[in-house]
């Protein structure tokens, strides 16, 4: 329910602006040419964005807890979408350790990614027994 509301705030805060191009994207770049790209370069063309601009506007005047652009992709994926990936992010955490050794986590942070890794975790979950037992861990 949190994630739906955050999303309907969401969707006025950049109400007449055009999707932007996710982080990721431009972090991809930087990292495939750091010489022609430089870091400061790929983060002022992301800030540059209206859509951008608009959430980092609203963050900063009415401070923490507002919509981050960090979650960008997965608020443009939709109010849907997005209440099932906090949904799914909300069980399964950023990151998982099997039991047998196996780490789960995102390759990076592109929502695709992301989306691949809550796959992967979810169905690990699934396939638990009952009577098998679960540690979380906050760092």
Not at 77 to 96: F, I, K, L, N
């Amino acid at each position: 329910m949190g994630a739906g509301i955050r999303h309907q705030v969401w969707q006025r805060v950049v109400h007449g602006t055009r999707a932007a191009t996710p982080w990721p994207m431009f972090e991809a770049r930087h990292l495939t040419d750091p010489d022609r790209y430089p870091p400061g370069s790929a983060v002022a063309d992301f800030h540059a964005q209206p859509r951008v601009q608009a959430m980092r506007l609203h963050a900063a005047t009415l401070g923490p807890g507002q919509p981050s652009v960090g979650e960008l992709e997965m608020y443009q994926a939709g109010e849907v979408a997005y209440q099932h990936y906090r949904a799914g992010s909300a069980v399964a955490g950023d990151a998982m350790l099997t039991a047998e050794g196996r780490k789960l986590a995102p390759a990076s942070d592109a929502l695709a990614h992301r989306i691949t890794y809550l796959e992967q975790a979810l169905a690990h979950l699934d396939s638990l027994g009952p009577d098998q037992r679960l540690l979380a861990v906050a760092l």
